[in-house]
């Protein structure tokens, strides 16, 4: 069964540092998003991303944060100057349509100290 | 903000009984989904409702969604152990998606 894969599943940096995220999608899916799950809270949307540009984004997702797909099959995300409050689960998800039904990867805890 | 919020926050029942989850949300929407995270791991998608549908069924999962109210309700039935999770609902609306806060499940075997 096709899944959505996410490296690294553990990263750990030093606050100010840059991290990308990776993920590879499901290969015949269009839309990706990355969310973000600070520990014992909610899931929160960060951005969606189709047709090689953003549709959406959240007002989480400033100027720090970027995402791209520089091949056919990785989606990354890229924080450019972590923060302490950055410290969180990160979750890349993918859909045939928009909106539908997502495939949630494992997931890539981010450790910022 | 079109956060949902899922009540009760916790809920324990025995194996055999069913749950009952709500799930209430602030704007219009075209459509919700119901997922499931157990603990660390990713959410995986278990049904989704669209605006003009009231109620749907997928397998041991039943879900209602009232559009007036703005809630909806995921029911499974005879739980089992292995429910023991998370569970969230998601909502679409305004090209926006938004998770609530979620409901813990327990099944006490």
């Known amino acids: 069964e096709p899944e959505v894969t996410q490296t690294p599943s553990h990263q750990v940096t030093q606050m100010g540092q840059e991290v990308i995220l990776r993920c590879v999608p499901i290969?015949?899916?269009?839309?990706f998003y990355w969310y973000r799950q600070i520990l014992g809270q909610k899931v929160e949307f960060l951005v969606s991303?189709?047709?090689?540009?953003?549709?959406?984004k959240s007002e989480i997702f400033d100027d720090q944060f970027s995402v791209e797909r520089p091949d056919g099959s990785n989606f990354t995300l890229k924080i450019r100057s972590t923060k302490l409050e950055d410290s969180a689960m990160y979750f890349c998800a993918s859909s045939s349509q928009s909106y539908n039904e997502q495939f949630f990867g494992p997931g890539t805890r981010l450790t910022v100290l | 903000s079109q956060q949902g919020e899922e009540d009760p926050q916790a809920l324990s029942i025995q194996e055999g009984e069913n749950a009952t989850m709500n799930c209430s949300y602030k704007?219009?929407?075209?459509?919700l989904q119901w997922y499931r995270q157990n603990s660390g791991r990713g959410l995986v998608h278990l049904i989704l409702i669209r605006s003009n549908e009231r109620e749907k069924h997928s397998g041991r999962l039943r879900v209602t969604l009232d559009t007036s109210k703005k809630s909806s309700s995921l029911l499974i039935t005879a739980s089992r152990a292995a429910d023991t999770a998370s569970y969230f609902c998601?909502?679409?609306?305004?090209?926006?998606?938004?998770f609530g806060t979620g409901t813990s499940l327990t099944v006490i075997p």
């Open positions: 704007t219009s929407i075209n459509n």
């Open positions: 991303f189709y047709n090689n540009e953003i549709s959406e």
């Open positions: 998601a909502t679409f609306g305004g090209n926006q998606f938004y």
């Open positions: 290969s015949n899916h269009l839309y």
